[in-house]
C-alpha cells in the first residue's frame, strides 16, 4: 500500500495511505472540472510520485483526515497527532507492507 510520509521538524513519521488523499483529490476535480472522471483522477494520482504530495502539501490541511488515518512509524517525542501533522517539514511516497 502507498502512503504519504509526513515527517514532521521533530522527526516523528506519520504514513497516510495515498488513496486517502487520491479519493480527495478526485472529488474535487471531478465535481469541478466537466471534462474528467472521478476514476481519472483517482487513477492519475495513484500511478503518478509527485500529485498526491503536492495535493496534500498544498490543499489539504491535517485535520482534513481523521487521526485514525495516520500510522505512527517513528516517534519522537509526545504532542497532539495534529500539532505533529501540521509541523511537518517533509511529505513523501513509500509503499509500506500492512
Known amino acids: ?15 497516510l495511505p495515498l488513496e ?3 479519493k480527495k483529490r478526485a472529488e474535487y476535480y ?7 472522471t472521478y476514476d481519472e ?3 492519475y494520482v495513484m500511478e503518478d510520485s509527485y500529485e498526491g504530495i503536492d495535493w496534500f502539501r498544498n490543499n489539504q ?9 495516520y500510522k505512527l512509524l517513528k516517534p519522537r517525542r509526545l504532542k497532539s497527532l495534529y500539532e505533529r501533522i ?3 517539514e517533509e511529505i513523501e511516497l ?3 507492507k500492512e
Open 61 to 69: 490541511n491535517a485535520d482534513d483526515f481523521k487521526e485514525s488515518d
Open 86 to 88: 501540521e509541523d511537518r
Open 20 to 22: 486517502l488523499v487520491a
Open 41 to 43: 483522477e483517482f487513477k
Open 1 to 15: 500500500m502507498k502512503y504519504l510520509v509526513i515527517t514532521t521538524q521533530d522527526g516523528d513519521e506519520y504514513g
Open 30 to 36: 471531478a465535481a469541478k472540472d466537466p471534462d474528467t
Open 94 to 96: 513509500r509503499d509500506i
